[in-house]
């Protein structure tokens, strides 16, 4: 798995990657076929404080990609409400990917 974490206006500190990382961890624990993690941490310019850490993920899996985004006034919060977000994502897809049909059963020969 390939994992990307970027800053925008921002600057990654190492506890934040580590917690990143921690947190996406539990994604994988879902759903074990991710090729590709892209994060994106912003901090926003706008005069109000609520809402100007953003927290932006792409996650490439076998068959598409799933995207989610969250803002918030802290950014561990905003990383926990993506997370979140991920996870239901995953979980979805990876129930689409199972297949949940019985095969018929053969008859027997008398």
């Excluded at 991710?34 to 100007?52: G, H, I, P, S």
């Amino acid at each position: 798995m390939n994992l990307t974490i970027s800053g925008h206006h921002l600057e990654v500190t190492p506890a934040l990657r580590s917690y990143v990382t921690s947190k996406l961890d539990r994604i994988i624990r879902h759903f074990d076929q991710v090729v590709d993690v892209k994060v994106l941490l912003t901090v926003e310019k706008q005069k109000e404080k609520e809402k100007r850490q953003r927290a932006e993920c792409t996650i490439h899996v076998k068959g598409s990609d799933v995207f989610a985004e969250s803002a918030h006034e802290d950014l561990y919060a905003a990383i926990d409400e993506l997370v979140d977000k991920l996870d239901r994502q995953i979980v979805r897809h990876k129930d689409k990917l199972q297949d949940h049909h019985h095969a018929a059963p053969k008859r027997m020969i008398a």
